[in-house]
């Protein structure tokens, strides 16, 4: 069965970088595309950003634009999200999802808790 | 991106039917027909419940449906039952490989 496992959280000082994985197996990662979505505490979802199947485009939400690089390794199924110059309000629940055909996720990880603060 | 707006609270009784909406924009939910709802238990994962406005994924319940007009995207969950009780989330493509999420809804079983 398809499982994404995030690793990588923890607390981090403000302006400092932090790199999240997510670990894939049970499918054929090399063939979908992979997207971060976040969710502070108590909020909802925010899309953070799509990697095509084969690395070849990525996109961003505008908060995290210029500051966030997502990147893939398919010999190792593993999806990346290098995170810099972090903010306070960067601090939140990472989930990696699985894309169906750029139309909607439909797997999600159980996430891994970054915390921004000083 | 501005997030779609969604109800912050609904509730209903069991047996009953509830509706969820989802507003948005001719740029996201009104031009596109990729709007996608997810129900997330607190403390768990989002799991996807409706695709493509009104497509059910294999192991959801036909009780959930989905349907749009113009720019508004609706969730109705019919037949309540205590283990709908859950925050939903509708979800819209916005253009340009970008997407935007609703605020949430917290579906109360009373």
């Known amino acids: 069965q398809v499982q994404l496992v995030e690793s990588g959280g923890g607390v981090v000082q403000p302006g400092r970088s932090l790199r999240l994985s997510c670990a894939a197996s049970?499918?054929?990662?090399?063939?979908?595309?992979m997207h971060w979505v976040r969710q502070a505490p108590g909020k909802g979802l925010e899309w953070v950003a799509i990697i095509w199947y084969d690395g070849s485009n990525k996109y961003y939400g505008d908060s995290v634009k210029g500051r966030f690089t997502i990147s893939r390794d398919n010999s190792n199924n593993t999806l990346y999200l290098q995170m810099d110059s972090l903010r306070a309000e960067d601090t939140a629940v990472y989930y990696c999802?699985?894309?169906?055909?750029?139309?909607?996720?439909?797997?999600w990880g159980q996430g891994t808790l970054v915390t921004v603060s000083s | 991106q501005s997030a779609l707006t969604q109800p912050a609270s609904v509730s209903g009784s069991p047996g009953q039917s509830i509706t969820i909406s989802c507003t948005g924009t001719?740029?996201?939910?009104?031009?596109?027909?990729?709007v996608s709802w997810y129900q997330q238990h607190p403390g768990k994962a989002p799991t996807l419940m409706i695709y493509?406005?009104?497509e059910r994924p294999s192991g959801v319940s036909n009780r959930f449906s989905g349907s749009k007009s113009g720019n508004t995207a609706s969730l109705t969950i019919s037949g309540l039952q205590a283990e709908d009780e859950a925050d939903y989330y509708c979800?819209?493509?916005?253009?340009?490989?970008?997407?935007?999420f609703g605020g949430g809804t917290k579906l109360t079983v009373l």
């Open positions: 493509e406005v009104i």
């Open positions: 049970g499918f054929t990662f090399s063939t979908y595309g």
């Open positions: 001719s740029s996201d939910v009104g031009n596109y027909n990729l």
């Open positions: 979800c819209s493509y916005a253009g340009r490989s970008t997407w935007v």
């Open positions: 999802a699985r894309d169906k055909l750029r139309k909607y996720f439909d797997y």
